[in-house]
Nanobody, 124 residues
Framework: QVQLVESGGGLVQAGGSLRLSCAAS????????MGWFRQAPGKEREFVAA????????YYADSVKGRFTISRDNAKNTVYLQMNSLKPEDTAVYYC?????????????????WGQGTQVTVSS
C-alpha cells in the first residue's frame, strides 16, 4: 500500500508563487512515475505535470508550461510542484498520484494511488 500526503497549498494573489509537496510512504518511491493533477469545482480532474522515476524527464500540460516545475527528491520520498506566475484559473484542489505500472501518463485513470489533495486559491 502507498500513502501520499500533499501540503503547501494556500491563498495567493495572482502573479505569486507556491510550492506544493507530496510525501510518499509504503513503497520504493524511486521506482515510479509521479504526477500532479488538479480539479476545479464543476470540472474534471486534469493533468498538470508528471516526472520520471529518476527525475530526468518531465512533462507538463500546455496551460502550465513555463510557469510550473515538477521535481522530486528520492532520498526524501517527496515530489514537488513549484508554481510561479499563478493565475486565478489555477485555482483548484491539487493532487499528487503514483503510477505503479509505468508512465508517463496524462490520464488520471492510469494512476493507482492518490493523495487527499491540497487547496490552491489564486485571487485576482
Amino acid at each position: 500500500q502507498v500513502q501520499l500526503v500533499e501540503s503547501g497549498g494556500g491563498l495567493v494573489q495572482a502573479g505569486g508563487s507556491l510550492r506544493l509537496s507530496c510525501a510518499a510512504s509504503g513503497r520504493t518511491f524511486s521506482s515510479y512515475y509521479m504526477g500532479w493533477f488538479r480539479q476545479a469545482p464543476g470540472k474534471e480532474r486534469e493533468f498538470v505535470a508528471a516526472i520520471s522515476w529518476s527525475g530526468g524527464r518531465t512533462y507538463y500540460a500546455d496551460s502550465v508550461k513555463g510557469r510550473f516545475t515538477i521535481s522530486r527528491d528520492n532520498a526524501k520520498n517527496t515530489v514537488y510542484l513549484q508554481m510561479n506566475s499563478l493565475k486565478p484559473e489555477d485555482t483548484a484542489v491539487y493532487y499528487c498520484a503514483l503510477d505503479q505500472w509505468g508512465g508517463p501518463e496524462r490520464v488520471a485513470a492510469k494512476y493507482d494511488y492518490w493523495g487527499q489533495g491540497t487547496q490552491v486559491t489564486v485571487s485576482s
